[in-house]
């Protein structure tokens, strides 16, 4: 199974930028989509974001469009999401996943989980 690995989180003052790593151990991740879910104190996991196996096809979440941007290196077996602007609301912890499919919001369609990392916004 390809391991992934959330980095990047932590604390930042609100409207200020983070950048979330997902880093994959599998060879074979340029054969995944990958996306991004965060979930809040609770709230229901959300769907934040989703990259194509090229990188070329990208879906983003009503709350967090022009605001965060996705990419990926497939050379690094990477993922990542840049965030600016942030608001309090993105307090959640924020997981990278992955399915052989392609894009989907809901969690059930991926079968493969980082261990999630903490994002704190601030006021």
């Known amino acids: 199974q390809m391991q992934l690995v959330e980095s990047g989180g932590g604390l930042v003052q609100a409207g200020g930028p983070l950048r979330l790593s997902c880093a994959a151990s599998?060879?074979?991740?340029?054969?995944?989509?990958m996306g991004w879910f965060r979930q809040a104190p609770g709230k229901e996991r959300e769907f934040v974001e989703c990259?194509?196996?090229?990188?070329?096809?990208?879906y983003y979440s009503e709350s967090v469009k022009g605001r965060f941007t996705t990419s990926r290196d497939n050379a690094k077996f990477t993922a990542y999401l840049q965030m600016n602007s942030l608001k309090p609301e993105d307090t959640a912890v924020y997981y990278c996943?992955?399915?052989?499919?392609?894009?989907?919001?809901?969690?059930?369609?991926?079968?493969?989980w980082g261990q999630g990392t903490q994002v704190t916004v601030s006021s």
């Open positions: 996943a992955s399915n052989s499919f392609g894009y989907s919001p809901n969690p059930a369609f991926y079968n493969n």
């Open positions: 599998g060879r074979t991740f340029g054969s995944y989509a």
């Open positions: 990259i194509l196996q090229s990188g070329i096809g990208k």
